[in-house]
């Protein structure tokens, strides 16, 4: 991924896990969280969490995967799977299931659960850690399941 000046992130790894931490307190901050039953009150910062977390993950994938269009003008979650696929079969699981939590139900439907939140920070957590092991080169977790 390329910051606002079209140059690549010179750290992507840190500069990922700076996005889960900026997903965490807009959750803690602005969220609004009710402890008796769990569910975060404003909608809108649900979203802005799971966009900034997905946002998160893209980078951290653009900077292993390189991952071009096909059609259009910029990859589908369908471009990054199929060069995941080459790789690394449990991070395209954990990428797969990490679009459904961070992208769909945080970001694009809301969903207020605590739960479905922090599973969204885990996952790309998950995530990170594992491109972190790969962008180590030789050695990494590159060779360790990606079959």
Same mark, same amino acid.
């Given at each position: 991924?390329?910051?606002?000046?079209?140059?690549?992130?010179?750290?992507?790894?840190?500069?990922?896990?700076?996005?889960?931490?900026?997903?965490?307190?807009?959750?803690?901050?602005?969220?609004?969280?009710?402890?008796?039953?769990?569910?975060?009150?404003?909608?809108?910062?649900?979203?802005?969490?799971?966009?900034?977390?997905?946002?998160?993950?893209?980078?951290?994938?653009?900077?292993?995967?390189?991952?071009?269009?096909? /059609?259009?003008?910029?990859? %589908?979650?369908?471009?990054?799977? !199929?060069? =995941?696929?080459? #790789?690394?079969?449990?991070? *395209?699981?954990?990428?797969?299931?990490?679009?459904?939590?961070?992208?769909?139900?945080?970001?694009?439907?809301?969903?207020?659960? /605590?739960?479905?939140?922090? %599973?969204?920070?885990?996952?790309? !957590?998950? =995530?990170?850690? #594992?491109?972190?092991?790969? *962008?180590?080169?030789?050695?990494?977790?590159?060779?360790?399941?990606?079959?």
């Amino acid at each position: 991924m390329k910051d606002s000046n079209n140059s690549k992130v010179k750290d992507p790894v840190s500069e990922a896990r700076r996005y889960v931490q900026n997903a965490k307190d807009i959750l803690k901050e602005k969220a609004g969280l009710n402890t008796e039953s769990q569910l975060y009150s404003d909608r809108k910062y649900v979203r802005m969490a799971g966009g900034t977390l997905w946002n998160g993950v893209l980078l951290i994938l653009d900077a292993v995967f390189q991952v071009k269009a096909n /059609k259009k003008n910029r990859p %589908d979650i369908n471009d990054y799977q !199929n060069a =995941i696929a080459k #790789r690394d079969k449990k991070l *395209l699981d954990l990428v797969t299931v990490g679009y459904d939590v961070m992208h769909l139900s945080m970001s694009y439907d809301g969903i207020l659960k /605590k739960s479905i939140c922090q %599973d969204g920070i885990e996952l790309a !957590n998950e =995530i990170i850690d #594992r491109c972190a092991l790969m *962008l180590q080169g030789p050695g990494g977790a590159e060779g360790s399941e990606a079959a």
